[in-house]
T-cell receptor, first 115, second 115 residues
Framework: NAGVTQTPKFQVLKTGQSMTLQCAQDMNHEYMSWYRQDPGMGLRLIHYSVGAGITDQGEVPNGYNVSRSTTEDFPLRLLSAAPSQTSVYFC??????????????FGPGTRLTVL | AQSVAQPEDQVNVAEGNPLTVKCTYSVSGNPYLFWYVQYPNRGLQFLLKYITGDNLVKGSYGFEAEFNKSQTSFHLKKPSALVSDSALYFCAVRAPWAAGNKLTFGGGTRVLVKP
C-alpha cells in the first residue's frame, strides 16, 4: 500500500512553460485535493475533487487546471508557468461517506521552481 | 469564511519541558479541528482531531489538544518534549458544511526542541 504518491519530486520550469504534476492514491479514497505551501502562509487549497468526474475550485485556483478521470489519479496542470507559482505542491486524499470528517493523507510533495 | 491563526512563527523549548503550540480559529457552526506535523522534506502527517465530545483529545506521539469553544482555540500540547518533536506544526479547521473535506490551514509554527 503506497498511499499517496506524487511525481516529480523536483521540477524547474521557465516562465510560460506548461507541465503536469502527477498524484495517485491506492486507498480507494473519493476525496482528493491539491494544496500549495508557501512560507508563512500554511497550505492553501488549489482544487479539489469529491469523486471521479467531479472537481471544484479551492482558494487559489487561477493558473491551474485539474481533471479526475479515475478514482486513483488527480493530476494538476500548470497552463503557463509564472514565477508566482514557485512553491511546494501537496496532493492529499481522504475517504468520503460517514464519518465525513476523516483526516487527509498527504503525498511527499513536489518542489517547483519557475524561473 | 473560515480561518485559522497560529500566532507564533517559532516555539523554542528545552527537551523534557512542556510544549504548547497555539491555534485559534474562526468558522460558522461547530468546527472540525485538526493538527498535522511536517518533518523536513516530508508531507504532512495527521496528529489528532476534534470533532465532538470531550474537549481534551489525545493523538499520536504523546500529543494532546484542548478545544475551548468560548476562546475559539485548539492548542496543541505535549507534557515532555523530545528533540525528535522538532518540526513544523499546522492547525487546520473544516466547517461541517464544507464539501469535499476542504481544510483551511494556519500558517504553521516551527518547533525547536533543544537538548
Amino acid at each position: 500500500n503506497a498511499g499517496v504518491t506524487q511525481t516529480p519530486k523536483f521540477q524547474v520550469l521557465k516562465t510560460g512553460q506548461s507541465m503536469t504534476l502527477q498524484c495517485a492514491q491506492d486507498m480507494n479514497h473519493e476525496y482528493m485535493s491539491w494544496y500549495r505551501q508557501d512560507p508563512g502562509m500554511g497550505l492553501r487549497l488549489i482544487h479539489y475533487s469529491v469523486g471521479a468526474g467531479i472537481t471544484d475550485q479551492g482558494e487559489v485556483p487561477n493558473g491551474y487546471n485539474v481533471s479526475r478521470s479515475t478514482t486513483e489519479d488527480f493530476p494538476l496542470r500548470l497552463l503557463s508557468a509564472a514565477p508566482s507559482q514557485t512553491s511546494v505542491y501537496f496532493c492529499a486524499s481522504s475517504p468520503s461517506g460517514s464519518p465525513t470528517y476523516n483526516e487527509q493523507f498527504f503525498g511527499p510533495g513536489t518542489r517547483l521552481t519557475v524561473l | 469564511a473560515q480561518s485559522v491563526a497560529q500566532p507564533e512563527d517559532q516555539v523554542n523549548v528545552a527537551e523534557g519541558n512542556p510544549l504548547t503550540v497555539k491555534c485559534t480559529y474562526s468558522v460558522s457552526g461547530n468546527p472540525y479541528l485538526f493538527w498535522y506535523v511536517q518533518y523536513p522534506n516530508r508531507g504532512l502527517q495527521f496528529l489528532l482531531k476534534y470533532i465532538t465530545g470531550d474537549n481534551l483529545v489525545k493523538g499520536s506521539y504523546g500529543f494532546e489538544a484542548e478545544f475551548n469553544k468560548s476562546q475559539t482555540s485548539f492548542h496543541l500540547k505535549k507534557p515532555s518534549a523530545l528533540v525528535s518533536d522538532s518540526a513544523l506544526y499546522f492547525c487546520a479547521v473544516r466547517a461541517p458544511w464544507a464539501a469535499g473535506n476542504k481544510l483551511t490551514f494556519g500558517g504553521g509554527t516551527r518547533v525547536l526542541v533543544k537538548p
